[in-house]
């Protein structure tokens, strides 16, 4: 019986420390980050994202490209320090998956063409 309560207070803080870790990093997520596509048309390689949070907790937002174009995200999800984000860019869907670390975000576009390098920086 005392293992049994032992453990459910251990599923307990751990659920906790996820839940804390995962807000930590959805608060540094949100706002303008200024980004780099490494292999791709210019006219791709940099610009702005930005991720909002509505009341529903949940998260969107919007690519603005050098050029002044805008595009808005259909998805964006947070688990744990990942990032993953989804866009339809000339028709084709382009998914980006990340890692946050503080100001940072660093990663892969996968793209119709393939795999591109992606890196961001909170402005």
């Known amino acids: ?3 049994k309560h032992a453990f459910i207070l251990f599923a ?3 659920c906790s420390l996820t839940l804390i870790g995962s807000m930590q990093v959805t608060d540094e997520l949100t706002g ?6 490494e292999q791709t048309a210019p006219q791709y390689s940099k610009g702005q994202i930005v991720f909002e949070q509505g009341e529903d907790e949940e ?5 603005v490209f050098e050029s002044g174009r805008v595009i808005s995200l259909s998805s964006v999800t947070v688990e744990a320090d990942t990032v993953t984000f989804k866009a339809y ?3 084709g869907l382009v998914t980006t998956v990340c890692t946050l ?4 975000m660093s990663g892969t576009v996968r ?9 961001a920086t909170k402005e």
Request: aromatic share 12%; hydrophobic share 40%; net charge negative.
């Open 89 to 91: 860019v000339d028709g």
């Open 12 to 14: 307990i803080a751990l």
């Open 32 to 37: 303008a980050w200024n980004y780099q596509v």
């Open 111 to 119: 793209t119709p063409e393939g795999m591109l390098p992606f890196s």
């Open 101 to 104: 670390e503080e100001d940072e």
């Open 59 to 63: 998260y969107s937002g919007k690519i």
């Open 1 to 3: 019986m005392m293992k």
